[in-house]
């Protein structure tokens, strides 16, 4: 293999052009300067619509049926929260008191959960809050926590899946300020540009494909099309300057290795539940299902620029476009200067806690189905595919064959394939507590599969002690909800609950591949 940086830029260029360098540096150049086609058709990047509370402090959201086109000349049916597709931004303060009013207008159960908020269980948004179609649901939410790129989405067992790919999720912003304070770009959808990753694929008719079989089980969604807040390939005119890209990975299962087109490094200044100590400098960024980070890019020479996603090692979603480098969004820094700037410090994370107790709990991830999924994958050559890293168009007709044309499971299949600690997940059955703003150690860790799982927990931000027995990554030493585990390694967590879960309204813990969580690996707990 070539080194990283002279992988092929451009999902256009084959494998043997690859073994050129000269081809491959050719195409950085085109994607580092915009690619001419820019003009002709490119959408523009949509920015969801900021929501903050009225004056009497409600935030009103309709889950409603819709309809977009994302491929040209295709209508596609879809879900959208205050809109066709997507949702706003919901933007709170440290210290507000809001009420949701959530009304459903789609005709499903769904539910509203709050991922990444540290409230109450009875407001958290599981699947035992569920909002009936028509029906309204009115938590209130003290908001008491730092500063936070958090999002909403959909948690109904065992759709939610399947709710998130119609379009059901949106961001979920909290200021306060400490972050005020710090001069980071804030100007929404001019230097703060939310970007919403998400993969999906199509049927014949135009409507999203979802069906789960074998494969969606094992691998969870395998899009071939990406989305950027709703939009394929879209251009975003930003400002010129410091540009902070405010990262969700919302797919259901794919995992992003992304950098920039012109090898230019990104500054990680926040994760999942806040800002981090300092910036820490990355050319590379690995996001896992349900994460966030926030990155501060430098826009201020005004040259465009690519976001791309690079080619990852997670099981079949190494299948064009995404063998090569794909470009998701073009940075166009043509505006004025934001203002905004990259500091030098963030913010006082606390101290880990000093001995803490032997770990309390550990979550262990299992898979029953993997075996038989893999061997889907495994007679339709991906496996060898992957190993001699081309790309044979035999052997993607048949994986993508086994990802669409796989039969679905019945209900009990689906519901018994995957495990958290031996048991597949069941409503009303909480097999285990943990007490009320305690210091705990946990541990995550992965049965006999190679699977990757980012595995999230409700109710908390925690903090990533040891990631198969090492120190994590500075961008994943502040705080985090979703803890990535594979390869049969584990994730040792500090973590805390400031809130209660009654076994009314459990918290959950669950992996957040959509299709793995919605097939049993998910676990309810209480908190008292
Ligand atoms: Cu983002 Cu339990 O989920
Ligand atoms: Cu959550
Ligand atoms: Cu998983």
Not at 208 to 236: C, I, K, Q, S, W
Not at 266 to 290: C, N, Y
Request: aromatic residues 6%; glycine residues 10%.
């Amino acid at each position: 293999m070539l080194p990283q940086v002279e992988e092929p830029l451009m999902k256009g260029l084959s494998r043997r052009e690859l073994l050129s360098g000269a081809a491959a540096l050719a195409a950085a150049r085109v994607l580092s300067v915009g690619r001419p086609s820019r003009a002709a058709g490119r959408p523009a990047l949509p920015v969801p619509p900021e929501l903050s509370a009225d004056a009497k402090g409600v935030i009103a959201l309709r889950a409603q049926p819709g309809e977009q086109s994302f491929l040209p000349g295709v209508k596609t049916p879809t879900y959208g929260i205050n809109g066709p597709f997507l949702g706003p931004a919901i933007r709170v303060r440290r210290g507000d008191k809001v009420s949701i009013k959530a009304t459903n207008e789609v005709e499903e159960d769904i539910t509203i959960h709050w991922h990444g908020l540290k409230i109450p269980g009875d407001r958290d948004g599981s699947p035992y809050t569920v909002i009936k179609p028509g029906a309204t649901w009115e938590p209130t939410l003290d908001i008491d926590q730092p500063a936070a790129t958090c999002w909403f989405h959909p948690h109904f067992y065992p759709t939610t899946a399947e709710l998130v790919i119609k379009g059901l999720a949106g961001l979920f912003l909290i200021d306060d300020e400490e972050s005020d304070a710090l001069g980071l770009p804030s100007r929404w959808g001019v230097d703060d540009i939310p970007l919403i990753l998400q993969d999906r694929r199509f049927n014949a008719d135009g409507s999203f494909f979802h069906r789960f079989n074998m494969v969606a089980v094992t691998t969870g969604y395998v899009g071939d099309t990406m989305l950027v807040n709703g939009a394929p390939y879209p251009e975003a005119r930003t400002a010129r300057g410091w540009l902070r890209l405010r990262l969700l990975n919302g797919s259901n299962a794919r995992s992003y290795r992304l950098a920039l087109s012109d090898q230019c490094s990104m500054f990680v200044v926040a994760s999942d539940g806040g800002l981090l100590a300092e910036p820490v400098e990355l050319k590379e960024l690995m996001m896992h299902a349900g994460e966030r980070y926030e990155v501060l890019v430098d826009a201020r020479n005004g040259t465009p620029v690519d976001l791309v996603t690079r080619p990852v090692s997670q099981l079949a979603m190494n299948l064009p476009p995404f063998d090569a480098d794909l470009g998701l969004v073009t940075l166009l820094p043509e505006g004025a200067d934001g203002g905004g700037a990259l500091p030098d410090a963030l913010v006082a994370l606390p101290q880990l806690v000093q001995n803490l107790p032997p770990p309390s709990h550990n979550l262990v991830m299992g898979m029953r189905l993997d075996d038989a999924g893999m061997g889907l994958l495994k007679s339709a050559g991906l496996m060898k595919m992957d190993m001699s890293k081309t790309t044979d168009p035999e052997v993607m007709a048949a994986v993508n064959k086994a990802i669409v044309d796989s039969p679905a499971l019945s209900l009990e299949k689906q519901l018994s394939a995957n495990t958290v600690n031996g048991a597949s997940f069941k409503l009303g059955v909480a097999p285990f507590g943990t007490s009320l703003k305690t210091d705990e150690r946990w541990i995550i860790s992965e049965g006999s599969d190679r699977m990757l799982h980012p595995v999230h927990i409700h109710g908390c931000q925690f903090r990533i002690l040891a990631l198969d027995g090492k120190k994590p990554p500075a961008h994943m030493a502040g705080w985090k909800d979703i803890a990535p585990v594979e390869k049969g390694g584990n994730a040792e967590i500090q973590i805390r609950f400031d809130h209660p879960a009654a076994k009314e309204t459990p918290f959950m813990a669950h992996c957040h591949i959509l299709e793995h969580e919605d097939s049993g690996m998910m676990t309810n707990f209480t908190v008292s």
